[in-house]
């Protein structure tokens, strides 16, 4: 069983409408959570932190269920910007893990 | 601020050729990671530093890929000889700290698209 895992996708979400994607983990003892977006052929970049009370940027929500092992990512209002891979990333024993990603493609 | 700075951004090789790949952190960031990125599939991890100490290396195909980094600033990451499942991005990032002494954010570069023929 891989590490960190996520559904690929792709979600082809229309324009405004709103996507959520899960991302597991096996490591129980694994400490911190992040989403990074990663656009085509670019680098990643920090799209946002997990917190175990949950976040908010804007129209996007993380959520950490630490019981079920999974971090969930929520985009309101989607744009064609919005396009992308996002990685979900777990810290565990001082590494940082990447899982292999989810691809959301806005349509207008 | 400058970013993580990588070279060159595209290599291509015959395979059992050398190559090499160089990356320049942001100043000041401790911790230095070397990616491997597949078409496909998410970064994984081939060594960690720690300043100029390794901290994790237990991806790094030993047998052919090496990574220094001297001074604990710039690093390089070879690979000797090439084989063609080593076609790739390459990936270098750099953090303040490491994921074990209350992690801050990893920035990347731009990476080294690698095509082994």
């Known amino acids: 069983r891989k590490e960190v895992e996520q559904d690929p996708g792709p979600f082809n979400v229309p324009e405004g409408a709103t996507v959520a994607f899960n991302c597991t983990y096996s490591?129980?003892?694994?400490?911190?959570f992040f989403w990074y977006r990663q656009d085509c052929r670019k680098e990643p970049k920090l799209l946002m932190s997990v917190y175990s009370s949950g976040n908010e940027d804007g129209r996007f929500t993380a959520q950490l269920n630490r019981a079920s092992q999974y971090i969930s990512l929520l985009i309101r209002d989607s744009k064609l910007s919005d396009s992308a891979t996002y990685l979900c990333v777990v810290t565990s024993w001082g590494k940082l893990q990447f899982g292999a990603g989810t691809q959301v493609v806005v349509t207008p | 601020e400058a970013g993580v700075a990588q070279s060159p951004r595209y290599k291509i090789i015959e395979k059992r050729q050398s190559v090499a790949f160089w990356c320049n952190p942001i100043?000041?960031?401790?911790?230095l990671y070397w990616y491997q990125q597949i078409l496909g599939q998410g970064p994984k991890l081939l060594i960690q530093?720690?300043?100029?100490?390794?901290?994790?290396d237990s991806q790094l195909p030993k047998d052919r890929f090496s990574a220094e980094r001297l001074k604990g600033v710039d690093s390089t990451l070879k690979i000797q000889p090439a084989k063609l499942e080593d076609s790739a991005v390459y990936l270098c990032a750099s953090s303040l700290e490491g994921p074990g002494q209350g992690y801050t954010e990893a920035f990347f570069g731009q990476g080294t698209r690698l095509t082994v023929v």
């Open positions: 530093f720690q300043n100029n100490g390794v901290v994790d």
């Open positions: 490591n129980s003892a694994s400490q911190s």
């Open positions: 100043s000041g960031h401790a911790t």
